[in-house]
């Protein structure tokens, strides 16, 4: 008896302390009403689908049927009214731990996260996957947040990310030892393009800004300190931007 209950302490353990699943399904957004602008000049109109794992658009026809454009044949488009029911909400989502289903996996609901801007304009751009190495591009799906000479764009993925023992979501798990656990959030990177379509990662936002408009980096910096902002404020970037930008000679 005692052997057997040995035996099942070690089996729980190997379990609780076994590495979370990938997260599960893919990040995608929908809206109920979107145009779709092809690179041959068409105009598709209806509710969409933007599947950013597969860099696709499904678009909902008035005949009830659907098409799907990968981004190779969209040069850009406009959506409004976005909606996911039971999708992810605008902040971090518990996954399920040890002490719900199946020890050890972490599952994330599937849809994605709801976002509130009233219009959204994304534009297709020849991207290197952030592969600084390789010459070889693809076309991808951007959210472009300012117009100009240069203009600032956005990508967003699904990421999972690890709940620290006994911190805000953590607890006490079997055998009285540290509870952890995972959720699911969306990571947002920023990137400049110029006039040609080349695209400039801000891995480092304030010191990659300041190195692309770097003949006035003394005037964006005062901007910034004058205007109390932050070069990390998701809402306050594109002012920075668009300020760095009035400047010329980027």
């Not at 008896?1 to 099942?8: D, G, K, P, S």
């Not at 070690?10 to 109920?32: I, M, S």
């Not at 092809?38 to 696709?56: K, N």
């Not at 994304?122 to 190495?133: A, C």
Request: proline share 8%; with cysteine; charged share 20%.
């Amino acid at each position: 008896m005692t052997r057997i209950i040995c035996w099942f302490s070690v089996a729980v353990l190997v379990l609780l302390l076994a590495p979370p699943a990938a997260v599960a399904g893919g990040y995608e957004q929908r809206w109920a009403q979107g145009s779709v602008i092809l690179t041959s000049g068409d105009t598709i109109d209806g509710p969409v689908i933007y599947h950013h794992d597969e860099e696709t658009l499904e678009v909902r026809l008035a005949d009830g049927t659907a098409r799907t454009f990968p981004a190779i044949n969209v040069s850009y488009f406009v959506v409004s009214d976005e909606g996911n029911p039971g999708g992810l909400s605008s902040g971090p989502q518990l996954m399920a731990g040890p002490w719900m289903g199946r020890p050890g996996m972490w599952m994330p609901p599937a849809g994605a996260r709801r976002d509130r801007a009233p219009v959204k304009l994304f534009v297709t751009y020849m991207w290197d996957r952030d592969n600084d190495y390789s010459d070889f591009r693809s076309p991808a799906f951007f959210q472009q947040l300012t117009d100009g000479n240069t203009r600032l764009l956005k990508r967003e993925k699904l990421v999972q990310r690890s709940i620290t023992p006994y911190g805000p979501y953590g607890g006490m798990g079997a055998f009285g030892g540290p509870m952890g656990g995972f959720y699911t959030d969306i990571q947002s990177s920023y990137f400049l393009a110029d006039p040609q379509g080349n695209l400039t990662p801000l891995r480092n936002v304030k010191k990659d800004i300041l190195a692309y408009f770097r003949k006035n980096a003394k005037q964006v910096q005062a901007y910034v300190k004058d205007n109390r902002l932050s070069y990390t404020d998701p809402n306050e970037l594109p002012l920075i931007i668009k300020y760095a930008d009035s400047l010329g000679g980027g």
